[in-house]
């Protein structure tokens, strides 16, 4: 009698497997940012989330001022033809205004970022007048100008940039030192943000060791060192969470548990590795099923096909594969833009662009798969990609290798040389 197979992560094709854009699809309609928020000094709001917009304070620039060094003139003493010879009444400079009244016939000499004196409108730079002796008993040196620069050239308007009242960061924006300062230009010292985010995250297995205290140690065997746990704290850190490590956790269902009330009660999201497959000693799913719900399980995707998300309490859950290359391409596909979006992030979504493959990909119709890839741009100026060598889920060296995934949609039969992929690099991802 012939063998009556299970479907399982081999399978190409299996009608149970949701597929990946409805999986991000309910991951966007249940997750929302935290309501809690805080108001931080602009140096310690780096890396943190808006929670409110910011609106100028100020104009900027807040007054009229020179782009250039040379000198600041009234466009009506423009010659119409040849030149005009002005009096310089004195020098603007930047922080140290000239405060004069400049009349018909009259200049001054300005800086750059010098406040523009009542009466000019534009400046001509210094390369393109010509000074000339002061007249016998003359009380101002002299310039002498053409006509050829544009009336208002060189000159920046008050509020030309940003005006009082414009909102300058949009609610929802992950902050950078470009808008560190920023903010710091606008006079602004505190913002308010988005609490930092508490994730717990444990591997779990019988055969794992951990590395704290099985460094330099010899392994027995089916023994293996813990490494998904610690990819995991890599990524989370990046992130700028609060991390709570609740270690490796006993392949019983008493111990995880335990570990999921342990982690529920004190964190916003929980994070497992390993557990969520169908062997009799994975215990994450039937767990998860017990005490919160399991909103989906196995995802149409390579690799990663077990991957787990529900809640526990409050907290939303992610049961991520056991196997390394798995974790991290889980975790980059779906837990990353979903954690960034409880942190108030309006953009979570990894950046994408096409490149030309070098490589032949097999694949099979059935399933979205992430396969790591090199991406670089030729001397021909085009942007291609070829993969690391072997694709197993278990091979970490194919991530390490990597500078991106390449992303082959879930009806795609395979790549050719030539064929154009698209590549998500893990610049700005990682």
Same mark, same amino acid.
């Given at each position: 009698?012939?063998?009556?197979?299970?479907?399982?992560?081999?399978?190409?094709?299996?009608?149970?497997?949701?597929?990946?854009?409805?999986?991000?699809?309910?991951?966007?309609?249940?997750?929302?940012?935290?309501?809690?928020?805080?108001?931080?000094?602009?140096?310690?709001?780096?890396?943190?989330?808006?929670?409110?917009?910011?609106?100028?304070?100020?104009?900027?620039?807040?007054?009229?001022?020179?782009?250039?060094?040379?000198?600041?003139?009234?466009?009506?003493?423009?010659?119409?033809?040849?030149?005009?010879?002005?009096?310089?009444?004195?020098?603007?400079?930047?922080?140290?205004?000239?405060?004069?009244?400049?009349?018909?016939?009259?200049?001054?000499?300005?800086?750059?970022?010098?406040?523009?004196?009542?009466?000019?409108?534009?400046?001509?730079?210094?390369?393109?007048?010509?000074?000339?002796?002061?007249?016998?008993?003359?009380?101002?040196?002299?310039?002498?100008?053409?006509?050829?620069?544009?009336?208002?050239?060189?000159?920046?308007?008050?509020?030309?940039?940003?005006?009082?009242?414009?909102?300058?960061?949009?609610?929802?924006?992950?902050?950078?030192?470009?808008?560190?300062?920023?903010?710091?230009?606008?006079?602004?010292?505190?913002?308010?943000?988005?609490?930092?985010?508490?994730?717990?995250?444990?591997?779990?297995?019988?055969?794992?060791?951990?590395?704290?205290?099985?460094?330099?140690?010899?392994?027995?065997?089916?023994?293996?060192?813990?490494?998904?746990?610690?990819?995991?704290?890599?990524?989370?850190?990046?992130?700028?969470?609060?991390?709570?490590?609740?270690?490796?956790?006993?392949?019983?269902?008493?111990?995880?548990?335990?570990?999921? %009330?342990?982690?529920? !009660?004190? *964190?916003?999201?929980? /994070?497992?590795?390993?557990?969520?497959? &169908? #062997?009799? +000693?994975?215990?994450?799913?039937?767990?998860?099923?017990?005490?919160?719900?399991?909103?989906?399980?196995?995802?149409?995707?390579?690799?990663?096909?077990?991957?787990?998300?529900?809640?526990?309490?409050?907290?939303?859950?992610?049961?991520?594969?056991?196997?390394?290359?798995?974790?991290?391409?889980?975790?980059?596909?779906?837990?990353?833009?979903?954690?960034?979006?409880?942190?108030?992030?309006?953009?979570?979504?990894?950046?994408?662009?096409?490149?030309?493959?070098?490589?032949?990909?097999?694949?099979?119709?059935?399933?979205?798969?992430?396969?790591?890839?090199?991406?670089?741009?030729?001397?021909?100026?085009?942007?291609?990609?070829?993969?690391?060598?072997?694709?197993?889920?278990?091979? %970490?060296?194919?991530? !390490?290798? *990597?500078?991106?995934? /390449?992303?082959?949609?879930?009806?795609? &039969? #395979?790549? +050719?040389?030539?064929?154009?992929?698209?590549?998500?690099?893990?610049?700005?991802?990682?």
């Amino acid at each position: 009698m012939p063998i009556e197979k299970q479907p399982s992560c081999e399978d190409d094709q299996e009608p149970a497997l949701l597929p990946v854009g409805i999986a991000l699809e309910r991951l966007a309609a249940r997750i929302s940012p935290l309501s809690e928020t805080e108001r931080l000094g602009v140096r310690e709001s780096l890396d943190r989330v808006l929670s409110t917009d910011v609106s100028s304070p100020i104009d900027v620039p807040s007054y009229t001022n020179s782009a250039m060094d040379g000198y600041a003139v009234r466009s009506d003493d423009f010659p119409q033809q040849g030149e005009a010879t002005l009096n310089v009444l004195g020098t603007a400079w930047a922080g140290t205004p000239l405060d004069v009244d400049v009349k018909p016939g009259e200049a001054v000499r300005i800086m750059t970022g010098g406040m523009m004196p009542a009466g000019t409108d534009t400046v001509i730079i210094q390369e393109h007048v010509q000074n000339i002796s002061t007249q016998q008993g003359g009380q101002y040196p002299q310039v002498l100008i053409d006509g050829e620069t544009p009336p208002g050239r060189n000159v920046r308007q008050a509020g030309e940039d940003i005006k009082a009242g414009e909102t300058v960061i949009e609610q929802g924006t992950l902050l950078t030192p470009a808008h560190i300062g920023l903010l710091a230009s606008l006079g602004v010292d505190q913002v308010s943000v988005y609490r930092k985010l508490k994730v717990a995250f444990f591997s779990t297995g019988d055969e794992l060791r951990a590395l704290e205290s099985h460094a330099g140690q010899s392994l027995g065997p089916g023994e293996l060192f813990d490494s998904n746990r610690h990819t995991l704290f890599a990524m989370l850190r990046r992130l700028g969470v609060t991390l709570i490590d609740l270690g490796v956790v006993a392949d019983t269902a008493e111990a995880t548990r335990q570990a999921f %009330l342990d982690a529920s !009660a004190q *964190a916003d999201v929980v /994070i497992s590795s390993g557990g969520v497959s &169908a #062997g009799q +000693a994975d215990f994450v799913s039937a767990t998860l099923a017990e005490l919160g719900e399991v909103t989906f399980w196995k995802l149409a995707m390579r690799p990663g096909r077990p991957l787990a998300y529900g809640k526990v309490g409050d907290a939303h859950f992610f049961g991520l594969p056991g196997n390394p290359v798995a974790v991290m391409v889980t975790f980059y596909e779906f837990v990353q833009p979903s954690i960034k979006r409880m942190m108030g992030c309006t953009d979570t979504a990894p950046m994408q662009f096409t490149a030309r493959s070098e490589s032949a990909l097999r694949k099979s119709p059935g399933r979205v798969e992430y396969q790591r890839g090199v991406v670089s741009t030729g001397p021909d100026g085009v942007v291609t990609v070829q993969v690391t060598g072997k694709q197993g889920a278990g091979r %970490l060296t194919s991530m !390490a290798m *990597a500078n991106c995934l /390449i992303v082959i949609p879930a009806e795609c &039969a #395979g790549v +050719a040389v030539g064929d154009t992929v698209v590549v998500q690099p893990f610049h700005g991802l990682m």
